[in-house]
């Protein structure tokens, strides 16, 4: 199971990005999706959350400016950003709990990472 993101980039503050992010391999069930993000110097936190049935939870910081989504089939994710700040500067990583087909447990899985640069 890999999991793969796209989309960060560089964008003045106020401006706009989506992440994706494409699980690929075989897999049974998924949990739920998530994003996180790392700024330099901090802990790693969880931006925000898609389960299987589609409920979606926020961290406060990016509640009402950021949407997660599933697009096209239940193995992708995006996240729409939107009026993004400096301090949404970081590296932001997809993750997801899943059942592999070739196992018969859940694990975590985690994506390498995109940088996203808010700053004028």
């Known amino acids: 199971v890999q999991l793969v993101e796209s989309g960060g980039g560089l964008v003045q503050p106020g401006g706009s990005l989506i992440l994706s992010c494409v699980v690929s391999?075989?897999?049974?069930?998924?949990?739920?999706m998530n994003w996180y993000r790392q700024a330099p110097g901090k802990q790693r936190e969880l931006v925000a959350r898609i389960t299987s049935n589609n409920s979606t939870i926020y961290s406060d910081s990016v509640k009402g400016r950021f949407t997660i989504s599933r697009v096209n089939d239940k193995n992708t994710v995006s996240l729409q950003m939107n009026s993004l700040k400096p301090e949404d500067t970081a590296v932001y990583y997809c993750?997801?709990?899943?059942?592999?087909?070739?196992?018969?447990?859940?694990?975590?899985?985690w994506g390498q990472g995109t940088q996203v640069t808010v700053s004028s």
């Open positions: 993750n997801a709990l899943l059942v592999p087909t070739s196992a018969a447990y859940a694990n975590d899985y």
């Open positions: 391999g075989s897999i049974y069930f998924t949990y739920h």
